[in-house]
């Protein structure tokens, strides 16, 4: 379905890292009134409430959720609510819970309700340490070792099911870890690559909490939106893939994003103090063979290292003058 602007999207999971920024995203390209952002807990960022319509939501409340869908009858959701790969290994049970009631309620829902198309997304949290580290194909031996990842990779085969079984059109990407200005990660293993650039434009250094030589793979922001949204409106012939699809762009070691930093700002400071998160990046891929997104929807990243440091920069320094 390619959503016209009398169509109405449900997000949830609005207030969360990706969540925010789609929710710009779409209100700007359909308009807000057309864009329902739902999330358990209130907006911080005033403007997500007041751009558009804003609903309370905990994805685990079923009865709330058909409430919530029942009043706006989206065609399309983006079910973005999850407790990421850190947060979920310290409160196993709850990441388990969230990560799959939480899809099973949407999935179920959209179902009974009619919704066209929903979006959910994975990460390459469903590999594990038997995964060939470098290049991983979209289909190789996963073994997970994380909930997150368990979750993920559950997630990804249910979803597939419910589109053979109930012919929900469900599509997916395995997001490598993401990067942004405009919001703040919680509770990733990545998360150290957001943080790095704060700590720069605050003029302080930063303690990493992964090893200077833990390749990872990532993904600027920008690139994330653009690869959803074309997910989202390649005709259905198009996706192949019906668990989730490999996404790549990017892949550096935190020993490189500093220099990357450090070519704008030769002064920057990073010490290493891995800490229980090595062992997460230790079991993921180094990089990403995403060629069925290339071949199948036509992916292809815009932004490099260098490109998305000069740009975080830019943005961050402009965040913090206009906050003074
Ligand atoms: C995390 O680090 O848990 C996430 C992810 C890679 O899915 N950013």
């Not at 329902?36 to 009865?63: C, H, I």
């Not at 920008?222 to 074309?230: C, G, I, R, S, V």
């Amino acid at each position: 379905m390619q959503s016209t602007p009398s169509d109405t999207i449900l997000v949830i999971g609005a207030g969360g890292q990706l969540g925010l920024e789609l929710t710009h995203e779409l209100r700007q390209r359909y308009g807000a009134s057309h864009v329902v952002a739902a999330d358990v807990r209130a907006p911080k960022d005033a403007a997500t409430q007041e751009s558009g319509p804003f609903e309370l939501l905990d994805v685990l409340d079923k009865n709330r959720l058909e409430e919530v869908m029942r009043q706006y009858k989206p065609k399309q959701v983006y079910h973005l609510a999850a407790l990421l790969s850190a947060t979920a290994e310290k409160n196993p049970k709850f990441g388990w819970q969230l990560n799959m009631d939480g899809l099973f309620n949407v999935l179920d829902a959209s179902v009974d309700l009619g919704v066209q198309q929903v979006y959910w997304p994975s990460s390459i949290a469903v590999f594990g340490p038997d995964t060939p580290r470098e290049n991983t194909p979209q289909l190789t031996i996963m073994n997970p070792n994380t909930i997150y990842g368990i979750s993920k990779l559950a997630g990804e085969q249910w979803c597939e099911w419910y589109f053979k079984k109930h012919g929900l059109d469900v599509r997916s990407l395995r997001y490598p870890g993401l990067i942004g200005y405009k919001s703040l990660p919680g509770g990733g293993t990545t998360d150290y690559a957001v943080d790095i650039y704060h700590k720069a434009v605050a003029g302080q250094s930063y303690e990493c909490f992964l090893s200077e030589d833990t390749y990872l793979p990532m993904m600027y922001m920008p690139d994330a939106l653009k690869a959803t949204l074309d997910l989202m409106h390649a005709p259905a012939e198009q996706i192949k893939i019906r668990s989730s699809y490999n996404l790549g762009a990017m892949s550096f070691s935190p020993r490189e994003i500093t220099a990357s930093i450090q070519r704008h700002q030769p002064d920057f400071r990073v010490t290493y103090q891995p800490d229980s998160r090595q062992q997460i990046a230790d079991s993921w891929p180094a990089s990403i063979d995403d060629s069925r997104a290339r071949q199948d929807w036509g992916w292809q990243p815009d932004f490099d290292l260098d490109k998305m440091t000069q740009d975080m920069l830019v943005n961050l320094k402009q965040q913090v003058a206009l906050s003074v």
